[in-house]
T-cell receptor
């Protein structure tokens, strides 16, 4: 099973709402990632968790708050988002953080901020 | 992160081979060359990766130039399901980032 599951598939939220995106994998992977992808653009890395610790934050605004409760789960908490944050949010995982390891991606959560 | 350059788009006929080029003239000796593709409405999918030698797997082949400044992803028989954006990415040996470039949009005609 090489599946990364993201929920929900679609989310619409207002600028004052708080919501969370969820990502789950059961491959025993110890590195997990959040990416943001705007329409017709490549994915951009947001956060990397390695062995359940945040190892990279690509200068992401604090209205995005990641959390890794255990090695299988990755959350992205959203608060006070702006319309320009509307995008496809992708989660990925890999066996470990080094270059040889393949990243497996979920299908993403399509977020619309009104 | 070292940069890659790919053509914006390419077109292929179904059941013919496709050669997708990638230039990476600033590659360092320990950078791995990864290829991912993204089908419409899906997350990116791993295709293949290599360091110095040519690589084959069930999806594709990767041909790496001797000086490692360029590489080519080869799809041996393109199908309509291969229509996607193909990303050539350099990864540092101990780096845990995938830095995506603009990629190549591959269109496959029946």
């Amino acid at each position: 099973d090489t599946e990364v599951t993201q929920t929900p598939k679609h989310l619409v939220m207002g600028m004052t709402n708080k919501k969370s995106l969820k990502c789950e994998q059961h491959m025993g992977h110890r590195a997990m990632y959040w990416y943001k992808q705007k329409a017709k653009k490549p994915p951009e890395l947001m956060f990397v968790y390695s062995y359940e610790k945040l190892s990279i934050n690509e200068s992401v605004p604090s209205r995005f708050s990641p959390e890794c409760p255990n090695s299988s789960l990755l959350n992205l908490h959203l608060h006070a988002l702006q319309p320009e944050d509307s995008a496809l949010y992708l989660c990925a995982s890999s066996q470990g953080p080094i270059a040889k390891n393949i990243q497996y991606f979920g299908a993403g959560t399509r977020l619309s901020v009104l | 992160d070292a940069k890659t350059t790919q053509p914006n788009s390419m077109e292929s006929n179904e059941e013919e081979p496709v050669h997708l080029p990638c230039n990476h003239s600033t590659i360092s000796g320990t950078d791995y060359i990864h290829w991912y593709r993204q089908l419409p409405s899906q997350g990116p999918e791993y295709v293949i990766h290599g360091l110095t030698s040519n690589v084959n797997n069930r999806m594709a082949s990767l041909a790496i130039a001797e000086d490692r400044k360029s590489s080519t992803l080869i799809l041996h028989r393109a199908t309509l399901r291969d229509a996607a954006v193909y990303y050539c990415i350099l990864r540092e040996q101990y780096g845990n980032k995938l830095v995506f470039g603009a990629g190549t949009i591959l269109r496959v005609k029946s």
